[in-house]
C-alpha cells in the first residue's frame, strides 16, 4: 500500500473524528459546523464508493471519432465519483438518523459517532473486484 492510497483510505475516518472533536466546540461556531458538515457531506460517501468503485466500473464512454477527446475518460470517470460521493453521504445519513428515530434513540451526537464507527470500518475493508 502506497503512502497516497492509505492517505485517501484514512481521510474520511480522520475527518469523522474531527467532527466529533468539534462537538466540544461552543454551539454554532463556525468551525464546529464547518468540521461536522464536510464531514456528513463526503465523508461516509467517499469511504464507501471506494469499496465499490472497481466494481462499478464500465466500459469507457465512445464519443464521436471526429470530436473525440481521448482524456475525457479519466475526466468522466472522476465526475462520477464526484457525483456519487456525495450522494451516497447523503443516503447513509437519511438511512442511520431516520433508523435512529424509529428506534427513539435520535441524537446529533449519536448520529455522527455511529457514522464515525461505520465510515472507519468502510475504510478497513478491501475494495470489491470487477466482475
Known sequence: MTARELLTRMLPPFAGWLAVGALAL???????????AVFLAAGPGAAL????????????????????DPRFAGRSGLLERLLLVPLVSLAVVTVTATTLLAAQAFSGRRVLLLL????????????????
Open 49 to 68: 464508493v471506494r469499496i465499490w468503485w472497481p466494481a462499478l466500473r464500465v466500459p469507457s464512454a465512445v464519443g464521436p471519432e471526429d470530436s473525440w
Open 116 to 131: 464515525t464507527v461505520m465510515t472507519m470500518l468502510a475504510a478497513y475493508c478491501p475494495r470489491t473486484r470487477p466482475s
Open 26 to 36: 461552543p454551539d454554532g461556531s463556525p468551525a464546529r459546523v464547518a468540521a461536522v
